[in-house]
């Protein structure tokens, strides 16, 4: 499964598109992820279910300092 994530500016301008890699967090968790290496920075894709919803994504940016 190829999943794509697209970033954009407040705007509505494109920034930029990168494939998320898959992994299995857990038993009921289906995670993907992107390391962007320049500007470590790592985005993580998780899904959840809710009762208005059946089911939704969200990203998570996450700056990876040393």
Not at 18 to 45: C, G, R, T, V
């Amino acid at each position: 499964m190829q999943v794509m994530l697209q970033l954009y500016s407040n705007n509505g301008e494109f920034i930029e598109e990168f494939e998320l890699m898959y992994s299995k967090a857990n038993l009921s968790n289906e995670l993907f992820s992107y390391f962007n290496k320049d500007k470590n920075l790592l985005y993580i894709m998780d899904t959840e279910t809710s009762e208005t919803f059946d089911q939704f994504h969200k990203i998570h940016e996450y700056r990876i300092e040393e």
